[in-house]
């Protein structure tokens, strides 16, 4: 089994820049790959950004990709989204997953594992 354990959520204003992380435990040796979604009150949950956890490769959604950028640190398993210029439609949950697999990074279904979530809300 794998745990995943979101942090760094909160109130910021428009404009400002936030980190989140994401920290894995238990099978750690299991993860593929890593993704950060996202969930609007009311909204279907959004894929955000991706990285291969071995070969460091990322898939952006490319609405985000200029503001958005994930990194990893196997060291610690643990695996970032920082986040720059927010805006007020950036308010969400922001969940980080888990997959075996590079494959079909953007599609939920291929993650198995999920953390909580951390709240994300953009407000002046």
């Known amino acids: 089994q794998l745990q995943l354990a979101e942090s760094g959520g909160g109130l910021v204003q428009p404009g400002d820049s936030l980190t989140l992380s994401c920290v894995a435990s238990?099978?750690?040796?299991?993860?593929?790959?890593m993704g950060w979604f996202r969930q609007a009150p009311g909204k279907e949950r959004e894929f955000v950004v991706a990285?291969?956890?071995?070969?460091?490769?990322?898939y952006d959604k490319d609405s985000m990709k200029e503001r958005f950028a994930i990194s990893r640190d196997n060291a610690k398993s643990t695996v970032y989204l920082r986040m720059n210029s927010l805006k007020p439609e950036d308010t969400a949950v922001y969940f980080c997953a888990a997959a075996v697999a590079w494959s079909r990074p953007h599609a939920a279904a291929s993650y198995a594992y999920w953390g909580q979530g951390t709240q994300v809300t953009v407000s002046s």
């Open positions: 238990g099978r750690t040796s299991s993860i593929g790959a």
């Open positions: 990285i291969s956890w071995r070969g460091g490769s990322t």
